[in-house]
């Protein structure tokens, strides 16, 4: 038998953000994915949003997909566009890179730093006792492991065999969607029930062409093929634009799940294993990076020892208010795309309140992440949310609050004169850094904030505390996220 840390079931979006996130803290950690190489059936997510894409500079590889995509300066809600380029963060754009490219530099990303990733494998099931869970895959093997986390889609075998109810509502709307290629020049641009025609490459145009068209039935016998998007094209359009073949084609819902729990003993759900919604607002791919880094760095400390397993409860209490939250608003856009003159009348009506900047500014920064606020306590402004990426001064030069989280380490700053704050309690885990930080101190919807003296950032880039070092509430925090050092 086979033993590991960790194992983490499916290689998509979700799983390799989490298995870089434990190999940068040393967790031995190994993918279970069905696919034999990094191909995805079709292009599926199309874009990386603020919080994503902030979360990769944390980490120190941003650039890498900057170079792959290009970037949009607005996102959508119910396809009213949303400016965003007035958001306080450096990456104020969403960046257009299908999951199709994404995936495959994620992957290189995560083999770099030694993951071994088993292709072509699926687990067939597992068991879980009080001391680890026994993994059952096929072709290799039981894998032993102390934690396993599913982070393999809607339909996840993981939480099928740990139980977890699956809550939510049934579909009610079905859409078709393709990639194509037409003989005669399409309709570009979306329609009133959403979806439409629009190129891949957003950037060239032509051949080969999106098309995403409502069906007039949601309960499908079989998978859709050419003629059934022909037969839809017609309807919609009064011609098939001289359709000559697809790609690729299939279908999505406006079902919209979610795990009641994101935890059963050792065995956890990240991404689409654990919600499930339609695509408005792009959200998916994102909310599952965002989901595999705040549970990767607990995860690894709780696998080290320095942390205990009640560690892990957190994962649930901070990020199932965040899937929910998505599951709403997604219905909500989906509602708002209803063709009928009472939803188009709303519809309207929300346009006009998203023209305003306060409403704008306050949805799109839901959509893109950069709102989320962990309920942590009561304390400054920033406790709970994400850091700002201030540029700082120290005496070993110029830098940036993202440069310093590069290595997936929680991060004492030092914001006035140095203090001597005592870290020996934390041994090695915690970073001080004493700097001076420049520009201004901005929250999204919250607006400017006044510098603290001091914060504590978590490997996730949300704030534990801040305030003056005198403060008694720092070493509670910094025990109570980061464990203490039994030897100080």
């Known amino acids: 038998m086979t033993e590991h840390a960790v194992v983490v079931v499916g290689g998509g979006p979700?799983?390799?953000?989490?298995?870089?996130?434990?190999?940068?803290?040393?967790?031995?950690?190994?993918?279970?994915?069905?696919?034999?190489?990094?191909?995805?059936?079709?292009?599926?997510?199309?874009?990386?949003?603020?919080?994503?894409?902030?979360?990769?500079?944390?980490?120190?590889?941003?650039?890498?997909?900057?170079?792959?995509?290009?970037?949009?300066?607005?996102?959508?809600?119910?396809?009213?566009?949303?400016?965003?380029?007035?958001?306080?963060?450096?990456?104020?754009?969403?960046?257009?890179?299908?999951?199709?490219?994404?995936?495959?530099?994620?992957?290189?990303?995560?083999?770099?730093?030694?993951?071994?990733?088993?292709?072509?494998?699926?687990?067939?099931?597992?068991?879980?006792?009080?001391?680890?869970?026994?993994?059952?895959?096929?072709?290799?093997?039981?894998?032993?492991?102390?934690?396993?986390?599913?982070?393999?889609?809607?339909?996840?075998?993981?939480?099928?065999?740990?139980?977890?109810?699956?809550?939510?509502?049934?579909?009610?709307?079905?859409?078709?969607?393709?990639?194509?290629?037409?003989?005669?020049?399409?309709?570009?641009?979306?329609?009133?029930?959403?979806?439409?025609?629009?190129?891949?490459?957003?950037?060239?145009?032509?051949?080969?062409?999106?098309?995403?068209?409502?069906?007039?039935?949601?309960?499908?016998?079989?998978?859709?093929?050419?003629?059934?998007?022909?037969?839809?094209?017609?309807?919609?359009?009064?011609?098939?634009?001289?359709?000559?073949?697809?790609?690729w084609i299939s279908r999505f819902t406006d079902m919209t799940r979610q795990a009641v729990s994101y935890r059963r003993g050792r065995v956890l759900l990240a991404g689409d294993a654990a919600h499930v919604h339609p695509p408005q607002g792009g959200q998916g791919l994102n909310v599952g990076v965002q989901d595999a880094v705040n549970l990767g760095w607990k995860l690894a400390q709780v696998v080290d020892g320095s942390s205990p397993d009640s560690l892990l409860d957190t994962y649930q209490s901070e990020r199932h208010p965040v899937g929910a939250r998505v599951l709403e608003n997604t219905r909500a856009q989906v509602a708002l795309a209803i063709p009928d003159e009472r939803h188009q009348a709303l519809r309207r009506m929300m346009g006009g309140l998203l023209a305003m900047d306060e409403p704008r500014r306050s949805i799109a920064a839901m959509l893109a992440g950069l709102d989320v606020h962990y309920d942590l306590g009561e304390g400054h402004p920033l406790v709970g949310r994400r850091m700002p990426d201030l540029d700082l001064r120290s005496e070993e030069g110029s830098t940036r609050v993202y440069d310093l989280l590069h290595d997936a380490r929680p991060l004492l700053l030092e914001l006035g004169d140095p203090t001597g704050f005592d870290i020996s309690p934390w041994g090695q885990r915690v970073r001080v850094v004493d700097a001076a930080a420049t520009g201004t101190w901005e929250l999204p919807v919250v607006g400017a904030i006044a510098a603290p003296a001091a914060v504590v950032v978590r490997p996730d880039g949300h704030v534990a505390w801040a305030g003056d070092v005198s403060d008694p509430a720092l070493p509670v925090a910094l025990t109570t996220w980061f464990g203490a050092d039994p030897a100080a």
């Open 14 to 247: 979700t799983g390799l953000m989490l298995a870089g996130e434990l190999a940068l803290a040393g967790v031995d950690v190994v993918v279970v994915e069905r696919r034999r190489n990094q191909e995805i059936d079709g292009s599926r997510a199309g874009g990386l949003h603020a919080r994503t894409i902030e979360l990769l500079d944390q980490r120190g590889i941003a650039q890498r997909f900057l170079d792959a995509g290009y970037t949009v300066p607005a996102l959508a809600f119910a396809q009213v566009p949303l400016d965003i380029t007035d958001l306080p963060t450096r990456h104020n754009y969403v960046l257009a890179l299908w999951q199709s490219e994404f995936e495959p530099i994620l992957a290189g990303w995560v083999e770099d730093l030694g993951v071994p990733i088993l292709r072509g494998r699926e687990v067939a099931g597992f068991t879980q006792d009080e001391t680890g869970v026994e993994v059952d895959v096929p072709g290799v093997g039981p894998l032993r492991a102390a934690y396993l986390v599913g982070c393999d889609g809607g339909r996840s075998l993981v939480r099928a065999v740990a139980d977890i109810e699956f809550a939510g509502l049934e579909p009610s709307t079905s859409w078709m969607i393709a990639q194509v290629e037409m003989d005669d020049e399409p309709t570009i641009g979306q329609r009133p029930e959403g979806g439409g025609i629009g190129p891949v490459n957003r950037l060239e145009g032509g051949n080969p062409y999106a098309v995403v068209l409502k069906e007039p039935d949601v309960e499908h016998a079989a998978e859709p093929t050419v003629r059934d998007l022909s037969e839809l094209l017609v309807e919609a359009y009064g011609t098939d634009f001289g359709l000559r073949r697809a790609l």
